[in-house]
């Protein structure tokens, strides 16, 4: 089984500041997807990074592949409380979608007013 | 509305009571899954099913059965369920095999087994 690595485990800030969560592997991936989940929810689907060096954006939110396919990291700008929750990062090995993900354990993110 | 479907969302049985878990989903999707959530230990996959009548173990399955006999439908089931099977799970679908194919979750399924 192949095996991400996200830091750091928590983080708590107060709004307006920004943060960098980091999702990291030995293994290369396919593709790497990251997902947000709120309690009570399942996970919920933010962004799929494909191409080495892939940079995607989602308003206040940047998503960065590794060159290498083997890490990748999410940024948010001026964080607001809306953006409190469980991020998880999700690598396709075998061809992905729901019988080829693996996770990370996840950043649990809070966001103070 | 697409959407991904487990009943129930709360569950507390004893030891050894047979129970399971549905999963229905509308998106006709031919891949489904699911998976435990613990604690420190993250989304952690029990089983898999690539189309009607085709499933695989994941990383966890010891201890689960699942069935895949219609397209819609990924029922989990604890023959013989313990307390070390207490966790949040999770039934999720995507449309195809591809690689960044995105995985719809339901909003899960909290067992307690006492």
């Known amino acids: 089984t192949q095996l991400l690595e996200q830091s750091p485990q928590f983080l708590s800030i107060q709004e307006g500041e920004n943060l960098t969560v980091y999702c990291n592997s030995s293994s290369v991936f396919s593709s790497l997807q990251w997902y947000r989940q709120e309690p009570g929810e399942g996970p919920v689907l933010l962004v799929t990074v494909v191409t080495g060096g892939e940079v995607k954006k989602l308003k206040r939110l940047t998503f960065q592949f590794g060159d290498a396919r083997k890490d990748s990291s999410l940024h948010i700008t001026a964080a607001q409380p809306g953006d409190t929750g469980l991020y998880l990062c999700a690598g396709a090995d075998r061809g992905g979608g729901a019988d080829g993900l693996t996770f990370g354990k996840g950043t649990h993110l809070i966001i103070q007013p | 509305e697409a959407q991904v479907t487990q009943n129930p969302r709360y569950l507390i049985t004893v030891t050894g009571k047979k129970l399971t878990v549905t999963c229905s989903q509308n998106?006709?999707?031919?891949?489904m899954s699911w998976y435990r959530q613990d604690p420190g230990l993250g989304l952690r996959q029990i089983y898999y099913?690539?189309?009607?009548?085709?499933?695989d173990k994941g990383d966890v399955p010891e201890g689960y059965k699942v069935s895949r006999k219609e397209k819609r439908n990924f029922p989990l089931i604890l023959e013989s369920p313990s307390p070390n099977q207490t966790s949040l799970y999770f039934c999720?679908?995507?449309?195809?095999?591809?690689?960044?194919?995105?995985?719809?979750f339901g909003q899960g399924t909290r067992l307690t087994v006492v």
């Open positions: 099913s690539m189309n009607v009548e085709v499933t």
């Open positions: 999720a679908s995507s449309l195809y095999e591809g690689s960044g194919t995105e995985a719809f």
């Open positions: 998106m006709n999707h031919e891949y």
